[in-house]
């Protein structure tokens, strides 16, 4: 079964703080997303990778860093947090050689005060 | 970039009748079309695919239909119980693989 998971799970940062959002998987799959998931917006791609060291800006990157230090590990970085940050925010992986279904993370609710 | 509609945004149907939801999309590229189902306050759940190469596909009381002229997908689900209340989201991906693009989901409640 695949396993994606996230940390932490639920988060209340303030205005200007630093937040970093952790993602794991044990799928050893190359490809690795962060999405925010919005009212009105569905799923939107923040920041994508390829494999450990890699990392490619999604549709909406303005804002966040992202950071792949090993093929299991992917983070979201907030270095200056704001309070139109405040969503849940979702970590994928999926197979390379294609199309393929992507394997979801539980989820993190960010709230920026 | 890629533009994905769903309609409707929500529906409320009674427990063994029929669901459709449209989706359409704008990118001539697009060759994989995934669909999730995300229960309330769960991950996202891969139900069902179909690549452009196809018309139709089905798996259970699920069946996917794919009309690449028109550019636009519709997702029929058939005696519907209390555990398909759920958002269901249509995406669409280039034949890289490495970019989905999501319709905003349709919310869908069965009524016991």
């Known amino acids: 079964e695949a396993a994606v998971t996230q940390s932490p799970r639920n988060k209340v940062a303030v205005t200007g703080g630093k937040v970093t959002l952790s993602c794991n998987q044990t799928?050893?799959?190359?490809?690795m997303y962060w999405y925010r998931q919005d009212t009105g917006h569905g799923l939107r791609l923040i920041h994508y990778?390829?494999?450990?060291?890699?990392?490619e800006k999604g549709d909406i990157p303005d804002g966040y860093k992202a950071s792949r230090p090993s093929q299991e590990n992917f983070s979201l970085i907030l270095e200056l947090a704001t309070p139109s940050q405040t969503s849940v925010y979702f970590c994928?992986?999926?197979?390379?050689?294609?199309?393929?279904?992507?394997?979801f993370g539980p989820g993190t609710r960010l709230t920026v005060l | 970039g890629e533009q994905v509609e769903q309609l409707p945004s929500s529906l409320i149907v009674q427990e063994g009748a029929s669901v459709l939801i449209n989706c359409s999309y704008t990118?001539?590229?697009?060759?994989?079309f995934p669909w999730y189902k995300q229960e309330p306050g769960k991950r996202l759940q891969f139900i069902i695919d179909?690549?452009?190469?196809?018309e139709r596909k089905q798996t259970q009381r699920l069946t996917l239909l794919f009309d690449k002229k028109t550019k636009h997908l519709s997702l029929h689900i058939t005696a519907t119980q209390p555990g398909d209340s759920a958002i269901y989201f249509c995406?669409?991906?280039?034949?890289?693989?490495?970019?989905?693009?999501f319709g905003i989901g349709t919310r869908v409640l069965v009524r016991p």
């Open positions: 994928a992986s999926g197979e390379t050689g294609g199309a393929n279904e992507q394997y």
């Open positions: 799928n050893n799959h190359n490809n």
């Open positions: 990778s390829y494999g450990a060291g890699s990392t």
């Open positions: 990118d001539s590229a697009s060759v994989y």
């Open positions: 179909i690549r452009s190469n196809m």
């Open positions: 995406s669409a991906s280039n034949s890289a693989g490495n970019k989905l693009t």
